[in-house]
């Protein structure tokens, strides 16, 4: 079945410096993925939807000049936690779905800013 | 704005047990509700959906509109059946379709 994959699992940073999340779709074209944050014990918290081709839609409270989206190709989608600070590590997940195809979740980067 | 509520944590039972996982959800509109496992060390994938109707590895989920809830049910749990479980609401055909999340219940099945 359809199979979306992110890398890294699991990055340790130091803090100011700035780190990349790739999301692939592996066989279907994702035309729209979404990145949620998963902070211990909590829910996953919706970031920010983005569609190829076009700007990223932040959710209220989510810095995007912080948290950079680039979703440039139908399979891959990035993002980039800049100028990274402890308060930034968190469980980041992606998760992609196509015109018809259901939504598809990544397996998660954990990241420890130090 | 669309909520999901889990109101439990952990919810523990021994095998063979009946289970009832609650999910109340509030949106104005239409939604699509879902449940989503992820079982240890897995991503998270999709249980089932209420636009199915469906049953899947045993566990049954009705939607009631009257009482906005979604719970997911099972007559007998079994050991597998312990994972983390979300309740997920989608804004349905309109609207973004990103997922809402509930804070999860953790179902733990004792032998």
């Known amino acids: 079945g359809a199979v979306v994959s992110q890398h890294p699992s699991w990055v340790i940073c130091k803090s100011g410096t700035s780190v990349k999340i790739e999301c692939r779709s592996l066989d279907f074209q994702a035309t729209t993925m979404f990145w949620y944050r998963q902070f211990p014990k909590q829910s996953l918290m919706l970031m920010a939807t983005?569609?190829?081709?076009?700007?990223?839609?932040?959710e209220q409270g989510v810095e995007k000049d912080k948290f950079l989206i680039n979703h440039a190709s139908l399979t891959l989608s990035t993002l980039t936690v800049t100028s990274a600070h402890p308060e930034d590590s968190s469980f980041y997940i992606c998760?992609?779905?196509?015109?018809?195809?259901?939504?598809?979740f990544g397996n998660g980067t954990r990241l420890t800013v130090t | 704005a669309q909520r999901v509520t889990q109101p439990e944590k952990l919810l523990s039972v021994f095998k063979g047990a009946p289970v009832e996982l609650k999910c109340n959800y509030s949106?104005?509109?239409?939604?699509?509700l879902f449940w989503y496992v992820q079982y240890s060390r897995q991503r998270l994938q999709l249980l089932l959906r209420h636009i199915s109707r469906e049953s899947i590895k045993g566990f049954t989920a009705d939607l009631n509109k009257g009482e906005t809830s979604f719970h997911l049910k099972k007559p007998f749990a079994q050991e597998e059946d312990s994972a983390m479980y979300y309740c997920?609401?989608?804004?349905?055909?309109?609207?973004?379709?990103?997922?809402?999340f509930g804070s999860g219940t953790r179902l733990q099945v004792q032998p």
């Open positions: 998760s992609a779905r196509g015109d018809s195809s259901p939504l598809h």
């Open positions: 983005s569609n190829e081709g076009s700007k990223a839609t932040y």
């Open positions: 997920a609401l989608s804004e349905g055909h309109t609207g973004r379709r990103a997922l809402t």
């Open positions: 949106y104005s509109g239409s939604p699509e």
